[in-house]
């Protein structure tokens, strides 16, 4: 079974300090997925990367920087975090198709609460 | 351009009672459709996924068909369980889109 593992199930940071969300897959996905899920909104993709040192921002990039340096970690990077960064953070996997993404398999998620 | 639109939760059901959840989906191509589940305190899972218009993806006593002419994907089950009681998302692998959720909770 595949699995990925995020370092952290609960975080608490406060305003303006630099946090690092750490995400690891071991099936050698080529894809991999930064989200957050916040009620009412469902998911919103952060940013997602096709292959090692890339990465393409998602629909809310903002506030939020990623790092790919092995295929199999992926690192959600809020530079000076803010208030309006809690929420639940998502980090997933998939191979890659050319028609599309195929099944995405997520970690257990990090709730992150910035004071 | 591309986007899921999911039925509005939250939904409450008697154990035994039949479930549908509407989901349909805008797309420039024809994309692969899923259904992931998200039980209390855990990440998302796949619950089933059909990759082809008529495509039916069954799991667990859930069923959703492709349909290409209603652009749908409603997740039905004939009889629920409180084991059932979580939140269903809606998917499609074009451009990473999900639905906002319907959240599921099964009485006894």
């Known amino acids: 079974d595949v699995k990925v593992t995020q370092s952290s199930r609960y975080l608490v940071k406060r305003t303006g300090e630099k946090v690092f969300l750490e995400c690891v897959q071991d099936?050698?996905?080529?894809?991999m997925f930064w989200y957050r899920q916040d009620p009412g909104l469902g998911l919103r993709l952060i940013y997602f990367?096709?292959?090692?040192?890339?990465?393409e921002k998602g629909d809310i990039p903002e506030g939020y920087s990623v790092s790919r340096e092995k295929k199999e970690r992926f690192s959600l990077i809020l530079e000076s975090a803010s208030t309006n960064q809690t929420s639940m953070y998502l980090c997933?996997?998939?191979?890659?198709?050319?028609?599309?993404?195929?099944?995405?398999?997520f970690g257990p998620g990090t709730r992150l609460t910035v004071l | 351009g591309n986007s899921v639109t999911q039925m509005e939760g939250p939904v409450t059901l008697s154990e035994e009672a039949f479930l549908t959840i509407n989901c349909t989906y805008t797309a420039t191509g024809y994309p692969s459709l899923f259904w992931y589940v998200q039980y209390p305190g855990e990440g998302l899972q796949l619950l089933l996924k059909a990759t082809k218009a008529d495509d039916k993806g069954s799991n667990k006593g859930f069923e959703a068909t492709y349909r290409k002419e209603t652009t749908s994907f409603h997740l039905e089950k004939g009889s629920v369980q409180v084991s059932d009681s979580a939140v269903y998302f809606c998917a499609q692998s074009d451009q990473f889109y999900f639905g906002t959720g319907t959240s599921l909770t099964v009485i006894p």
């Open positions: 997933a996997s998939s191979l890659w198709r050319r028609e599309g993404t195929d099944t995405q398999y």
């Open positions: 099936m050698d996905h080529e894809n």
């Open positions: 990367s096709y292959d090692v040192k890339m990465k």
